[in-house]
């Protein structure tokens, strides 16, 4: 079972930034693929990006290129989502999800754990 806690949520005006983490339990997060998926009121969750597990190599939806990084911290099992030139259209909860044999995937079903997510409010 691994257990995951997001933070770093909160209140933002548009064009500003706000830094998601996700911290993990278990002792073999390096071996995890990670994901970040969001949710908007009244819509289906959907992939923003995630991290692999060797390489580190990261992928972005179409939506968030160029202005989300995602990046991980194998020491204190913990992956981050920067999110800059943030726009009202990000506004949603986030969360992130363990892909326990490594790879990253926009599908929701391929993440075996997930957190409870985080709130990001972004005003015009």
């Known amino acids: 079972q691994v257990q995951l806690v997001e933070s770093g949520g909160g209140l933002v005006q548009a064009g500003g930034s706000l830094r998601l983490s996700c911290a993990a339990s278990?002792?073999?997060?390096?071996?995890?693929?990670m994901g970040w998926f969001r949710q908007a009121p009244g819509k289906e969750r959907v992939f923003v990006g995630g991290?692999?597990?060797?390489?580190?190599?990261?992928y972005y939806a179409d939506s968030v290129k160029g202005r989300f990084t995602i990046s991980r911290d194998n020491a204190k099992t913990t992956v981050y989502l920067q999110m800059n030139s943030l726009k009202p259209e990000d506004t949603a909860v986030y969360y992130c999800?363990?892909?326990?044999?490594?790879?990253?995937?926009?599908?929701?079903?391929?993440?075996?754990?997930w957190g409870q997510g985080t709130q990001v409010t972004v005003s015009s």
């Open positions: 991290i692999g597990r060797s390489d580190g190599s990261t």
């Open positions: 999800a363990v892909n326990r044999y490594g790879g990253v995937s926009y599908r929701s079903g391929t993440y075996d754990y």
């Open positions: 278990g002792r073999t997060f390096s071996s995890y693929g």
